[in-house]
């Protein structure tokens, strides 16, 4: 079964760090770019980043860039958005996505 298992998330105050986990635990999708989305409350989804297979190239949003970073770690089938310098408005729900197959979500939540 196509899954994408997600951690990490959780409650950071301002200016600390946090790292999310996507985990392709079927490794259905090996070869394919990994995406991340959040949806703050009240608004749209956002597109933060991705990541491809081959070369490992990083793309992120503007609103990001520079604060976070996306991994890979192939032998464990995941995918990593390390997130630093964290702000208020970065709360929202973080989605992985790959193809069409979205994570569950995780809350992150960042109190000034």
């Known amino acids: 079964q196509a899954q994408l298992v997600q951690s990490g998330g959780g409650p950071v105050q301002t200016g600390k760090s946090l790292r999310l986990s996507c985990v392709d635990s079927?490794?259905?999708?090996?070869?394919?770019?990994m995406k991340w989305f959040r949806q703050a409350p009240g608004k749209e989804y956002e597109f933060v980043g991705s990541?491809?297979?081959?070369?490992?190239?990083?793309s992120y949003a503007d609103s990001v860039k520079g604060r976070f970073a996306i991994v890979r770690d192939k032998a464990q089938n995941t995918v990593n958005l390390i997130m630093t310098d964290l702000r208020p408005e970065d709360t929202a729900v973080y989605y992985c996505?790959?193809?069409?197959?979205w994570g569950q979500g995780t809350q992150v939540t960042v109190s000034s």
């Open positions: 996505k790959c193809r069409t197959t």
């Open positions: 079927g490794r259905s999708f090996r070869g394919q770019t």
């Open positions: 990541i491809t297979w081959d070369d490992e190239i990083t």
